[in-house]
């Protein structure tokens, strides 16, 4: 069967590019993940959606065009074509995807209106397994808590609390606690509710950076591109600061004490960089593979299309949009989609509650 790669990820256009072999990781209804070296490209339908580790085929397939495809195979790239059994997969004209730059951030009120109406949406719509409820609505299921929920619960706030104390600029101190990253590995299947929480968090983490602090440092490390490689530091001039919302452009910690100092997006001092280096660190002892790539593509700022739009939605206090963009995102994986609202949804809510913080006499 010949199939051909419409749009894909980053990830996905490294892994194809950059080896020969690979093997057949695992197979479900849509899609299909090729495995090597601990990374992954996920294959699939347009259903799937754009991400970073994904490889869209162009068309509306059936599920027959996995007949006869099993986990273990063997897989061989080469000529800008993976073949494996009685498949051959062309990537040699697929675009590129990358996630679209962050709208600009609404201001105090415009974000709290949002973050209300999220509230709103996972009281009625948010599943009861997994962790959005626990991360959107903290005490909404006291009492009717699962095991998982009672493990969850103070971990998340852990994670909420030291994401307040990193962006609370006035409170920082050098002794600042390590991120918290237990959340690794909690919960089943190959991605883990808390790894997808982790997720929502990074992703977040790169919108308020990428806005929020460049609109305070006059020079400001930020990835031009959208792509980051270690050591690669993009410098934008910026002027100015948004009145109507002072605490965001303080989100992401302090500048170097010399305001021309480049910096690495490795550098601790900047929540975002903290949180990926501990998860990093952590990841190969304490969740699976595939999650660890999911973690990583994060790190650099890159997660499912649905989550940025999500994100994107209500840092601009688009609420006639954020109905689409929860919906879109809930349909990612049984919860995975939840979970990484959660995610994103405590980070920007541990940010206001910062902003509301600094700003009180």
């Known amino acids: 069967m010949r199939l051909r790669v419409a749009r894909m990820g980053g990830h996905a256009a490294r892994f194809l590019t950059s080896r020969n072999t690979a093997r057949i990781a695992a197979v479900f209804e849509r899609s299909l993940y090729f495995e090597a070296d601990g990374a992954f490209c996920c294959v699939g339908t347009g259903g799937i959606g754009n991400g970073p580790i994904n490889a869209v085929i162009e068309g509306a397939q059936t599920p027959s065009w996995l007949r006869g495809t099993q986990v273990g195979q063997h897989v061989e790239i080469s000529g800008a074509c993976a073949r494996w059994p009685g498949h051959r997969l ?5 675009q590129l995807w990358r996630p679209e730059p962050w709208p600009e951030i609404a201001n105090a009120s415009g974000l709290q209106s ?22 959107i609505l903290p005490t909404s299921n006291d009492g009717a808590a699962s095991p998982l929920d009672h493990l969850a619960v103070p971990r998340i706030k852990a994670l909420s609390d030291w994401i307040f104390a990193r962006v609370d600029v006035e409170h920082q101190s050098d002794n600042s606690p390590a991120p918290p ?29 990428s806005l929020g602090a460049a609109a ?146």
């Not at 062309?90 to 697929?94: I, N, V």
């Not at 590995?185 to 991605?191: E, F, I, Q, R």
């Not at 990583?296 to 963009?325: C, N, T, W, Y």
């Open 181 to 209: 990253v237990d959340l690794l590995g909690l919960g089943p299947g190959l991605t883990p509710s808390g790894d997808d929480v982790l997720c929502g968090v990074l992703i977040a983490l790169d919108a308020i950076r």
């Open 114 to 135: 949002a973050l209300a109406c999220v509230d709103t949406i996972a009281a009625r719509a948010a599943p009861p397994e997994g962790l959005s409820r626990c991360a």
């Open 216 to 361: 305070q440092l006059e020079r400001f490390p930020v990835d031009l591109n959208r792509q980051r490689t270690p050591g690669a530091v993009g410098w934008v001039k910026v002027t100015g600061r948004d009145p109507t919302f002072p605490g965001i452009p303080w989100m992401l910690g302090r500048a170097s004490s010399r305001s021309d100092a480049p910096q690495s997006t490795l550098d601790p001092t900047y929540a975002e960089s903290a949180l990926a280096a501990a998860i990093q660190a952590a990841a190969p002892t304490a969740t699976s593979p595939l999650s660890a790539a999911f973690l990583k593509a994060a790190a650099e700022g890159q997660g499912s299309e649905a989550l940025h739009r999500f994100i994107a939605a209500a840092i601009a206090a688009d609420l006639a949009a954020l109905p689409e963009m929860i919906a879109a995102l809930g349909r990612i994986g049984h919860t995975s989609g939840w979970d990484a609202m959660g995610g994103a949804v405590l980070t920007l809510k541990a940010a206001a509650n910062a902003d509301r913080a600094r700003q009180s006499p």
């Open 90 to 94: 062309e990537f040699a004209q697929a």
